[in-house]
């Protein structure tokens, strides 16, 4: 319980030594957006796969890494670059090893990464070798960093909805073995969630969770599809929720996170720039906002910078940084006991590095919205 209101001056200046020390989730991370550039060029290489640039700058440059490309659809072309290196079982295990030793090199406690098996099948790889590379490269990493995590597989919402159904398929037989979520992604525009009732209402009889890709490229009655018609755990995105206030009360009461990702947002133009991004009134009203990279090689991106932006553009201060990061822990797809274990553990964490930063050890034994159940 709080004993008192903590005071600006208690907190730390915010820097990115202290917000790479802090424990923190990535719940919205792609697989096939997260390579390193000399992966994509190495496996390239051994694939004998033509790349449109042969070195790292050139790469960066056509797949518009870090540049605003003004439409969702033209940022989903870069994907054509990675997922050209990613048909193999070894590829596949590579990119996720390497991911998740990224995400740890930042402290990522709790890594969550999606992806669609139909999009790695071109040279006739099945959906379980598939599942089992990417599984494995996580389970290994995980043994070298500690860095726990997790997969989410993806349908895709201009593909077939029988597609959709295999894919839930997949994920209810993954279902305690890695798996822990499915999501559908892809240009939301002409292609709605409801199309694809069919697998979420296996997903949801299986007691398997869902997340879905809405409101970023098209308007709140897409988040109110995947809420109502398909049973949303979570939504991906959301920017858009501001335009519909019933609906974001809606939200709010139900606690259903967003997951938010701010400069993939100003890349595709769902938002103009920064300053005009929902996430700190968001935050502001109550909803359980979460920050996460998206895809961290093709934003040029990893959750400190994100977290840097909110400080600096968006005006988030320590306390409120604090409180996002331990929302991102209260949304994890994980059971509630071990997820109120790692809360506890994270909520320490978070106090022994304010503490090491400068600012009084039992600190965060003091902030309100640090709340310790999940």
């Given amino acids: ?35 390193r550039l000399e992966t994509i060029l190495d496996l390239a290489e051994k694939q004998k796969v033509r790349l449109p640039a042969d070195t790292p700058e050139g790469l960066a440059r056509a797949i518009h890494m870090g540049q605003n490309t003004g439409s969702l659809e033209k ?15 070894e590829s596949l295990y590579r990119a996720a090893y390497e991911l998740a030793i990224d995400a740890a090199r930042e402290n990522v406690r709790y890594l969550e990464v999606r992806y669609a098996p139909v999009l790695h099948t071109r040279l006739g790889l099945k959906p379980t070798t598939i599942v089992d590379a990417v599984l494995e490269g996580l389970r290994v990493a995980k043994r070298e960093t500690h860095v726990k995590s997790n997969v989410i597989i993806c349908g895709i919402r201009h593909i077939d909805p029988a597609t959709s159904l295999r894919l839930a398929e997949l994920a209810v037989a993954y279902k305690n073995r890695g798996v822990v979520g499915y999501d559908l992604a892809g240009a939301e525009e002409g292609y709605p969630s409801k199309d694809h009732q069919a697998a979420f209402q296996l997903i949801l009889s299986n007691n398997v969770n869902v997340t879905i890709h809405a409101g970023e490229a098209f308007g709140p009655e897409s988040i109110a599809q995947a809420v109502h018609y398909c049973g949303a755990h979570r939504i991906g995105h959301g920017v858009r929720l501001r335009e519909n206030g ?9 606690r259903v996170p967003l997951e938010m990702c701010p400069s993939s947002n100003v890349q595709t133009g769902s938002v103009a720039d920064m300053k005009s991004h929902p996430l700190k009134f968001y935050f502001d009203f109550g909803l359980r906002v979460t920050i996460n990279t998206d895809n961290r090689l093709i934003t040029d991106t990893t959750l400190t910078k994100e977290l840097g932006i909110a400080h600096r553009e968006m005006g988030f201060t320590l306390e409120d940084l604090c409180t996002l990061i331990v929302s991102g822990f209260k949304s994890a ?42």
């Fill in 246 to 254: 019933d609906l974001l009360n809606y939200i709010n009461d139900h």
């Fill in 333 to 374: 797809f994980l059971p509630y006991r071990e997820k109120a274990d790692l809360l506890k553990a994270v909520n320490q964490e978070i106090a022994a590095v304010l503490a090491k930063h400068g600012a009084p050890p039992k600190l965060v034994e003091s902030l309100p919205r640090n709340a310790r159940e999940a």
């Fill in 1 to 35: 319980m709080a004993t008192s209101t903590p005071h600006p001056g208690d907190f730390p200046p915010v820097t990115e030594e202290l917000l790479r020390a802090l424990p923190k989730t990535d719940l919205h991370c792609h697989l096939d957006g997260s390579l």
């Fill in 75 to 89: 940022y989903l072309e870069a994907f054509d670059v990675t997922l050209s290196v990613l048909q193999t079982e």
